[in-house]
């Protein structure tokens, strides 16, 4: 049911700058706000990025989030090992009338 | 701090019902919004629905004919019902807590697998 589309996979080496995309369309992310989520398989996943670009308390300000027009972007600047996990974004859809997520990118420290 | 733990049986056989319990710890479910997603192997997250404490639920247009979420307060929990599964119901089955119906989730629990197999 993804209609979020992200690269499968992105990585970078420690301290690197890595940028993950999620494509849309105008029903999800040009009308409706996005998130991003950190997940590490075989743990719960964790909020990341709330209403486009703010940043949870505890959250560390390596991580930021954009939007513009129907697409979105997560960031992470000065890439640690630790950041190794999968990322998803999501919205909400008004033609779908359900929440989405994206595809999920995974991201690799080289 | 908030924690939700998923609890249910790990295998279900095809035509039967799927049945998992979110229990919360923490915080009350007589407020937020408690929610279902899941994510089949190998494959993305999918959202299942939502529950308010008053008994108002939001499910997934593509589950809704077979999906029920209810609530039990004084347990401080809520479950899932999920009729006539299949094979692609296999899935890690989470819940999760939207704190203002902001279609987000700012605590998840770590996941069940449950399996469909005869």
Redesign the interface.
């Known amino acids: 049911?993804?209609v979020l589309t992200q690269p499968p996979s992105a990585s970078a080496t420690p301290g690197q700058r890595v940028t993950i995309s999620c494509s849309g369309s105008s029903s999800n992310i040009e009308s409706?706000?996005v998130?991003w989520?950190q997940h590490v398989p075989?743990?719960?996943?964790?909020?990341l990025i709330?209403?486009n670009y703010q940043r949870?308390s505890g959250v560390p300000d390596r991580f930021s989030g954009s939007k513009s027009g129907t697409s979105a972007s997560l960031a992470i600047s000065g890439l640690r090992s630790e950041d190794e996990a999968d990322y998803?974004c999501?919205?909400?859809d008004d033609s779908?009338?359900?929440?989405?997520?994206?595809?999920?990118t995974k991201v690799t420290v080289l | 701090q908030v924690q939700?733990q998923e609890s249910g049986p790990g295998l279900v056989k095809p035509s039967e019902t799927l049945s998992l319990t979110c229990t919360v710890s923490g915080a009350s479910t007589s407020s937020s919004y408690w929610n279902w997603i899941r994510q089949p192997p190998g494959k993305?997250?999918?959202?299942i629905g939502y529950i308010y404490y008053t008994g108002v639920t939001n499910y997934?247009?593509?589950l809704k004919s077979r999906v029920s979420i209810s609530s039990d307060t004084s347990k401080n929990q809520f479950s899932l019902r999920l009729s006539s599964v299949t094979a692609a119901d296999t899935a890690v089955y989470?819940c999760?807590r939207d704190p203002i119906r902001?279609?987000?989730?700012?605590?998840?629990?770590?996941?069940t697998l449950v399996t469909v197999s005869s």
């Open positions: 049911q993804s409706n706000y998130y989520y075989g743990t719960a996943p964790k909020l709330y209403r949870p998803y999501e919205a909400w779908l009338s359900a929440l989405i997520f994206g595809t999920g | 939700l993305g997250l999918e959202w997934n247009p593509s989470y999760a902001g279609y987000y989730f700012d605590y998840w629990g770590p996941g």
